[in-house]
């Protein structure tokens, strides 16, 4: 779950990020002295490029604001807003703008009833698959992964390739103790709760499994029921919980836990966190043996305890670079941010990419371009485009968000790729060559099995 996807959540309507795309497009995203002649027009050749590439995008939640299936997980009251997702950022309006021709130079509340008036009459106007699928068309999207708890009635399987989240697996305790940690820990927990439970009834369980081989079984018959339906991937936002540092604990001891608590009580932080471990080993194991790539939040999130240090994708290293997990993909969602410089060496290892969602909606271009720049030096081909796409309220959604995405990534991506060029780092071939890697051919290398 992304920071400023949660975060909007409640703060509306007008409190969303926001791209720099409000410039035109041939115009350089920093304010800086006037480039060279041989800057600009190597930039501007390069825009245009990468605005005809299309886009396969690797994260995003797509859906209208009253599907309850968008996400697994909601927002914590009263949350602090960085700057370019406050209400006073103009870029979001052209957003408006290009998608719906919204006539506003504002987004009061009286203008915003004709951005909801206009998107109602078009979902009646383009039923079933349609109005998505004219979303993506419209901003050059081949196809687009959807984290969702199902995919939605709306959502073209063709386009859209669900990610299915696993978190409520490792929460099947008693889990008082955990919810009484902080505010946080209490929104989120009980809607793990009830999504296992839900997910015990799809697989004809009222309880709890008898034995712990029994919930592992059960465990791996929802990841394949799940798989049987169209997902393509498995989903961690784990690190909204606890930390990403898993250790190793032994089956026995895992199943000496599940035996103890399975029927009552209330286990200590350190016997769940040794359920836990084992249980993610488990699921991650599986999900290669499967050959489902593993999605797993490694970035900032939102809410009071959120823990940054926690959660970042350096305390993975031990798991990612274990041969035992070899044949397993994973997929670093928001490439770590904010260590991403750091984040990037973990693609050192055959199986480890990178997502750069979240970071083109909180960085504008000018330091988007930096992340990027740095990675395309190091591993282009670890590297995808993600959008994080939310929809917020009625008024402004994930048809907004994708776009503001977009927009953002090409161009810090042109921004990025210039400057490679001119300091004889890459060959223009080279450099579209990356730009096709980075938002198409390497999340389609991901999802080819």
């Keep these: 779950m992304s920071f400023f996807r949660?975060?909007?959540?409640?703060?509306?309507?007008?409190?969303?990020?926001?791209?720099?795309?409000?410039?035109?497009?041939?115009?350089?995203?920093?304010?800086?002295?006037?480039?060279?002649?041989?800057?600009?027009?190597m930039y501007d050749r390069l825009l245009e490029t990468i605005n005809a590439i299309p886009i396969f995008d690797n994260h995003?939640?797509?859906?209208?604001?009253?599907?309850?299936?968008?996400?697994?997980?909601?927002?914590?009251?009263?949350?602090?807003?960085?700057?370019?997702?406050?209400?006073?950022?103009?870029?979001?309006?052209?957003?408006?703008?290009?998608?719906?021709?919204?006539?506003?130079?504002?987004?009061?509340?009286?203008?915003?009833?004709?951005?909801?008036?206009k998107k109602a009459a078009l979902?009646?106007?383009?039923?079933?698959?349609?109005?998505?699928?004219?979303?993506?068309?419209?901003?050059?999207?081949?196809k687009a992964v959807a984290n969702r708890v199902v995919l939605g009635p709306y959502l073209s399987p063709k386009r859209f390739l669900w990610v299915f989240f696993v978190d409520s697996l490792l929460f099947p305790f008693d889990n008082h103790a955990v919810i009484a940690r902080n505010g946080d820990l209490a929104v989120y927990v009980p809607m793990q709760e009830k999504k296992l439970h839900s997910e015990l009834a799809q697989e004809s369980l009222q309880q709890l499994p008898a034995t712990f081989d029994d919930y592992l079984q059960f465990a791996t018959r929802l990841v394949k029921h799940n798989q049987k339906n169209g997902g393509v991937g498995i989903k961690f936002e784990i690190g909204y919980f606890r930390s990403l540092n898993f250790g190793d604990p032994s089956k026995q001891m895992a199943e000496a836990v599940y035996e103890k608590y399975r029927s009552g009580g209330i286990p200590s932080e350190t016997e769940y966190r040794d359920f836990q471990d084992y249980l993610f080993r488990y699921l991650i194991s599986e999900a290669g043996r499967l050959h489902l790539p593993?999605?797993?939040?490694?970035?900032?999130?939102?809410?009071?305890?959120?823990?940054?240090?926690?959660?970042?994708?350096?305390?993975?290293?031990?798991?990612?670079?274990?041969?035992?997990?070899?044949?397993?993909?994973?997929?670093?969602?928001?490439?770590?941010?904010?260590?991403?410089?750091?984040?990037?060496?973990?693609?050192?290892?055959?199986?480890?990419?990178?997502?750069?969602?979240?970071?083109?909606l909180y960085l504008y271009p000018a330091d988007f371009k930096n992340v990027l720049r740095h990675w395309l030096l190091l591993y282009p081909d670890k590297i995808v485009f993600g959008s994080d796409a939310f929809p917020?309220?009625?008024?402004?959604?994930?048809?907004?968000?994708?776009?503001?995405?977009?927009?953002?990534?090409?161009?810090?991506?042109a921004a990025a790729l210039t400057e490679m060029i001119l300091n004889h780092e890459v060959t223009e071939q080279q450099a579209v060559t990356f730009a096709h890697a980075y938002l198409h051919d390497n999340a389609v290398k991901l999802y080819s099995n």
């Design 6 to 41: 949660r975060q909007a959540v409640l703060i509306v309507p007008t409190t969303l990020f926001l791209l720099a795309a409000t410039l035109p497009a041939q115009q350089l995203p920093e304010a800086v002295p006037a480039p060279s002649a041989a800057y600009q027009q």
């Design 60 to 117: 995003g939640h797509p859906g209208f604001a009253d599907d309850p299936n968008v996400d697994a997980m909601t927002s914590p009251p009263e949350l602090s807003t960085p700057l370019r997702l406050r209400d006073d950022n103009p870029e979001l309006i052209a957003a408006s703008k290009a998608l719906f021709g919204y006539p506003y130079d504002d987004h009061s509340p009286e203008h915003l009833q004709w951005l909801v008036k």
């Design 123 to 142: 979902r009646q106007e383009q039923q079933g698959y349609q109005y998505f699928d004219t979303i993506l068309d419209r901003l050059n999207i081949e």
């Design 294 to 360: 593993v999605q797993i939040h490694t970035a900032v999130g939102v809410g009071d305890y959120y823990s940054v240090s926690n959660s970042t994708a350096l305390n993975l290293e031990n798991v990612l670079r274990d041969p035992r997990y070899g044949s397993t993909t994973f997929v670093l969602l928001h490439g770590g941010y904010p260590f991403q410089e750091q984040s990037i060496w973990l693609t050192a290892r055959k199986n480890v990419y990178l997502d750069s969602s979240l970071m083109g």
């Design 392 to 413: 917020f309220n009625e008024a402004v959604g994930a048809e907004e968000s994708y776009w503001i995405a977009v927009r953002s990534a090409r161009i810090a991506l």
